[in-house]
Nanobody
Framework: QVQLVESGGGLVQAGGSLRLSCAAS????????MAWYRQAPGKKRELVAT???????TCADSLKGRFTISRDNAKNTVYLQMNSLKPEDTAVYYC???????????WGQGTQVTVSS
């Protein structure tokens, strides 16, 4: 099993920044990719960004230039730097850890991000 603990969410004004953290523990050797997803009220969960064990990153096209994913392997922690936040970024942000071929897959409890206009 892998445990994921997110932190860093909160309330921020439009144009502000937040950095989310996701600390992993447990059988982390089974993990290849870490990712951030988000789910806004009434909407489906969507992929925000991923980072693989080799450091390769992806980011949703609509968020490129504002959101950046990174990892600190020594701390087993993944970060999501969010800049120039907009009210439409308001959502619960979830950390995901998965092995190759998306198995196994683990989720954090989520952290709320609220952007006020």
């Amino acid at each position: 099993q892998v445990q994921l603990v997110e932190s860093g969410g909160g309330l921020v004004q439009a144009g502000g920044s937040l950095r989310l953290s996701c600390a992993a523990s447990g059988r982390i050797f089974s993990i290849d990719t870490m990712a951030w997803y988000r789910q806004a009220p009434g909407k489906k969960r969507e992929l925000v960004a991923t980072i693989s064990s080799d450091g390769t990153t992806t980011c949703a096209d609509s968020l490129k230039g504002r959101f950046t994913i990174s990892r600190d392997n020594a701390k087993n922690t993944v970060y999501l730097q969010m800049n120039s936040l907009k009210p439409e970024d308001t959502a619960v942000y979830y950390c995901n850890a998965r092995g190759k071929n998306y198995y196994p897959s683990y989720w954090g409890q989520g952290t709320q991000v609220t952007v006020s206009s």
